[in-house]
């Protein structure tokens, strides 16, 4: 079994910064793909960002210049620095990894249980 445990939301005033964790435990022989995605209030869950294994990054365009995702392989962890925050910045957080269990065996999406990031004055 494969969990995903994610740290860091809380309330922030615009302009400020946040920096989220996510890190992988259990069963697992590699970790691939590591993402970050958002959901607002009546909105879709949408993908802010996403990282390789070997580090490449993705960034929506609308967090371009004031996210960075970057990710510790050797801690299974992946973060997502934010900077510059706005109110509809606000949103739960989700973290997403797609994990091999075993060396032969198929990778599966797991995901985080969310942490809420509120940006308001």
């Known amino acids: 079994q494969v969990h995903l445990v994610e740290s860091g939301g809380g309330l922030v005033q615009p302009g400020g910064s946040l920096t989220l964790s996510c890190a992988a435990a259990?069963?697992?022989?590699?970790?691939?793909?590591m993402a970050w995605y958002r959901q607002a209030p009546g909105k879709q869950r949408d993908l802010v960002a996403d990282?390789?294994?070997?580090?490449?990054?993705n960034l929506a365009d609308s967090v371009k210049g004031r996210f960075t995702i970057s990710r510790d392989n050797a801690k299974k962890t992946v973060y997502l620095q934010m900077n510059s925050l706005k109110p509809e910045d606000t949103a739960l957080y989700y973290c997403a990894a797609g994990v091999q269990s075993r060396w032969n065996g198929p990778a599966f999406d797991y995901w985080g249980q969310g942490t809420q990031v509120t940006v308001s004055s």
């Open positions: 990282i390789t294994s070997g580090g490449d990054t």
């Open positions: 259990g069963s697992i022989f590699r970790v691939n793909r």
